[in-house]
């Protein structure tokens, strides 16, 4: 059962291939409801702490009674268009999760030993002091991470963490569960959509290769190189459903 993932909502449709349109976003709930009960608890997640998230999704998701994950970059806890403590503790009253996605949304493996354990630990102590909630779960920036990071989570008290790779399923590495989430574009329709959630067997097959053949990419020229390149080019073109999703 895939995870999903969103950033920004807008009133209409935008430009920026991650923002979807409260339309859209309220397709995709219907799908989720009518497909598994399972779906619309905690695996519905959004990341960074825009202000659309409270004002836009969270309409919606009370609407069609789905329980969400909310992933807050802490240092832009309050900054212009983000939610503010406030909006956080409300989220927490009505059933949601409030999670992790760094202090400063860094490229994790990148980091020195100090900043990485910095950017993990101290994200959860901020929303833990602020929210009196425990957090035990961490969204890593760009989806991006490797053994060190892993450790470094499980060091800074996390339990479990999410990346960018759609068809992980939740598994123990380093000591820690690891799981994936399909970040949803503003390209996917509720027709595409059902088609990516109840795909199996060679249609499944057909539609991880373009993100098997984005992982041999990385290998090839390197996690950092690939990063620059994603970063150039990532709202330049048009998407369409069977290609791999980056953003987080």
Not at 132 to 149: C, E, I, K, M
Not at 224 to 233: D, G
Request: proline share 2%; aromatic share 8%; net charge positive.
């Amino acid at each position: 059962m895939l995870h999903l993932t969103y950033h920004e909502l807008e009133l209409q449709n935008a430009r920026d291939v991650y923002r979807v349109s409260r339309a859209q976003f309220e397709q995709h709930l219907t799908v989720l409801r009518g497909l598994d009960s399972a779906y619309c608890k905690h695996h519905v997640t959004f990341d960074d702490g825009h202000i659309s998230n409270y004002d836009l999704a969270l309409p919606l998701l009370e609407k069609y009674r789905i329980q969400s994950i909310f992933f807050i970059t802490t240092e832009w806890i309050g900054a212009q268009d983000r939610m503010s403590v406030q909006h956080l503790r409300e989220l927490l009253v009505q059933g949601h999760q409030v999670e992790s996605h760094s202090c400063s949304h860094a490229f994790l493996p990148g980091c020195s030993d100090s900043r990485l354990l910095n950017e993990l630990q101290g994200s959860r102590r901020r929303l833990e002091d602020v929210l009196g909630s425990a957090v035990t779960a961490a969204s890593l920036p760009y989806g991006r991470w490797d053994r060190r990071v892993l450790r470094a989570c499980l060091k800074a008290g996390y339990t479990q963490v999410y990346t960018s790779d759609p068809w992980l399923s939740a598994t123990a590495r380093e000591g820690i569960e690891v799981a994936g989430r399909l970040t949803l574009r503003n390209s996917v329709d509720a027709v595409q959509l059902r088609r990516l959630l109840t795909a199996k067997g060679l249609t499944r097959a057909r539609l991880q290769m373009p993100f098997r053949m984005k992982q041999a990419l990385k290998v090839c020229i390197g996690d950092r190189m690939y990063h620059r390149v994603w970063h150039a080019f990532a709202n330049r073109n048009e998407y369409v459903v069977s290609t791999s999703y980056e953003k987080q």
